[in-house]
Structures are given as C-alpha cells and as structure tokens.
C-alpha cells in the first residue's frame, strides 16, 4: 500500500465513511476553520473529533462546500457547541436557509434530514481568503451541485475539492436528475481542476490523494459514459438515494422503502420521466438488485442489510 500523501501543518481530515463527507479542519495561530460538517447523524463524533484536535481551543468558522446533508448536517451541533461560531455557505441558496425551505434545500426531495442551521456570510468566488494561517482562493464548481464552491491553497498546491472530483469520479449530478442539463458544467469544472494543477487532493469523500491528473483522466472518462448513455446516470443516481439512505438506517425492510420512496419527490420523479413501463416497488426491486449484485447490501426475508 502506497503511504497516505503528506497534509501540510495545521490541515487535518476527518474522514468517517460515505455516509458522512470528510471535514476538513483548518488550525492557525489565531484562526481555526472547519470546511463541511458531515450528515446529522454524525454530529456527535465530529464534536469530539474537533475538541480532540482543537485541545480546548475554539473553532471561530464554518465553511460549507455546498449545501447537501452530507456536507451541512453538523451544522447546527456545532453552532451549539461554538456560540461565537460563524457559518459562510455557498452562495445560491441563502434564502432558503434562511427561509428553511427543505424542499428548496434539497433535503425533502432526497428523503434525507438536516437539523435547520443558521448562515452568517456567503463564500464568493473570486474571492481570497485567510484561513487558518494560509491563503485560499474560491472557485464556483457546479455540476454536481449548481451552487458548489471548491476552495485552492496555491503556495502549498492543495485542493479541498468537494464533491466536485474524488479519486474514482465525482458526485452525482442532481440538476441532471432534475432534467436539466449539467454535464457541460461539470466537465467545465474538472477542466478548472486541472488548470490548477494540485498536488494534493482532499476529497468530500474518500481518502486525500496526490494524482490528480490520473483522477481527472477517470472523471473525464466516467462523464462521457454518461454523456453517450445518460439513463446510466440516472440508474447511479437511484441507487446512490437508496444506498445512502441504507447507510443511515443500517437496516431496512423492503415494505419500509417502498413506503419512503412513495414520499420522495426525486425517486417519483425519475420513476414517471425514465421508467414508465415499471411501478415503483419494480423499479426498486432492480435497484435493490443492483446494488446487492456489487456486495453494497444484502436482502434477506425482505429486509435490507447495509454491506461495506
């Protein structure tokens, strides 16, 4: 096994699995920062996580990437633990945290949860900022998220990239899945990427790594596989809904999931507009069977089992 890549002082990743995204803190002299803050249910490691590092110090601000729950369910934890915190989010969507409009947040049509939170200043890009004792530069990255932001180091060469590129791909592209077209966006975007030519890169999910053109070389081939057979991405992006969804419950029987998914905008959504011909318990039964033909869960007796 290659040896994990080299943060630079003060950049630490805390990295808890795909149901959460990785959190990235930031520790200055005089500043320590936090970038995303995993899903809610998380929240309770992440707090212990950042007093461990912090050793008793305070986290005086809170980045968020983008506004999935992955990314933002922390936030309220923390705000409760930090009172002084302040939280910048991307810009695109502060009415509806302010307003707390779930549907327009995303978190309703996913079937997903995120405790309401509160937003201080929006991340511009374009802009450059001291965090964390170095600078960083904003730079918009949508496609997988319209809204999304990724944030580049250039003295030290490291990008906190999101879900914006992984190691193998990128996140799935929702405005997709909501018919509009965003393919072009994201492959604008890893295009940015390699512009910026990082040698170290920190994930939303998944391990730091330091080949980025290898794993721009993958994201661009993974795109233009959904480009030539675009119902590939909304098959992934189904099973995606529902794996994460088993992430977080563990277990789940199959008459529990019929049930949310009939309550899940995005999952009836793709149902009428790309698989007319099944009903909805069909089509989940081949999602189910897709996910369990790559070892991501096992049903036994109508039950759902997490598996990985």
């Not at 212990?48 to 305070?58: A, I, N, S, T």
């Not at 995303?106 to 890009?125: M, N, V």
């Not at 029987?253 to 905008?265: D, E, G, K, M, S």
């Amino acid at each position: 096994m290659p040896a994990a890549p080299q943060l630079p002082q003060g950049v630490h990743v805390f990295e808890r699995g795909w149901l959460s995204s990785n959190s990235v803190l930031l520790q200055g002299a005089e500043q320590n920062v936090l970038i995303d803050s995993g899903y809610h249910t998380h929240a309770p490691l992440l707090l212990e996580l950042v007093h461990q590092q912090l050793q008793g110090r305070q986290l005086d601000l809170l980045l968020n990437t983008h506004l999935h729950s992955d990314h933002c369910g922390g936030n309220a934890a923390l705000a409760g633990r930090y009172p002084a915190l302040q939280t910048w989010i991307a810009p695109g969507q502060a009415q509806a945290v302010a307003q707390w409009d779930e549907r327009g947040l995303h978190f309703e049509s996913t079937g997903q949860h995120c405790p309401r939170f509160a937003a201080d200043r929006l991340l511009q890009p374009g802009e450059r900022l001291e965090l964390g004792g170095q600078t960083w530069d904003v730079h918009a990255a949508p496609g997988h998220d319209p809204h999304s932001v990724v944030l580049f180091a250039p003295s030290s060469g490291v990008l906190v990239s999101a879900d914006a590129l992984w190691e193998n791909g990128f996140g799935v592209v929702f405005p997709e899945l909501e018919g509009e077209h965003a393919f072009d966006a994201v492959g604008a975007t890893l295009d940015l990427i390699g512009r910026l030519q990082p040698r170290l890169v920190i994930p939303g999910h998944g391990s730091p790594f330091v080949d980025a053109p290898g794993a721009l070389a993958r994201a661009h081939a993974r795109l233009a596989h959904f480009r030539h057979q675009p119902l590939s991405h909304v098959r992934s992006g189904l099973k995606v809904l529902v794996k994460f969804k088993l992430l977080e419950l563990q277990t789940w029987p199959l008459t529990a999931l019929y049930a949310w998914a009939q309550q899940t905008r995005y999952i009836g959504e793709l149902q009428r507009r790309h698989f007319p011909d099944a009903t909805l318990p069909e089509l989940l039964d081949r999602v189910v069977k897709d996910l369990e033909a790559v070892d991501a869960l096992r049903c036994e007796s109508g039950v759902l089992f997490d598996v990985g």
